[in-house]
């Protein structure tokens, strides 16, 4: 899949997440919020050329292959690998219980 350009899309709960994430982090330190953010982001833009970089998502039950994730400071984020899409589906603290999905 390399080379082919995805277009990427966040699922409403992932949004969600990551705007909860960035006020918490922006009440202690709003650059830290932004370094946070654009980490994400950047990581996010890549995998539109190169979807499979990361590793296969072990918390996805029965996962063929295209369900992955990255992470970024301390936060794990999982997203889906569609023939023409990357969906972001979920961001969480790497802190919190993992959930089988």
Do not use: C
């Not at 590793?55 to 400071?73: C, H, I, P, T």
């Amino acid at each position: 899949m390399v080379g082919k350009k995805h277009k990427i899309f966040w699922d409403n709960e992932a949004k969600k997440n990551l705007k909860k994430v960035l006020i918490h982090i922006s009440k202690e330190s709003p650059q830290g919020a932004s370094i946070v953010k654009n980490k994400i982001f950047e990581t996010v833009k890549m995998l539109s050329a190169n979807p499979e970089m990361f590793e296969a998502d072990k918390l996805k039950k029965n996962n063929d292959g295209s369900y992955r994730v990255f992470f970024a400071f301390n936060y794990r984020i999982a997203y889906k690998i569609t023939d023409d899409a990357i969906l972001i589906l979920r961001l969480r603290h790497t802190s919190q219980e993992p959930i089988e999905y």
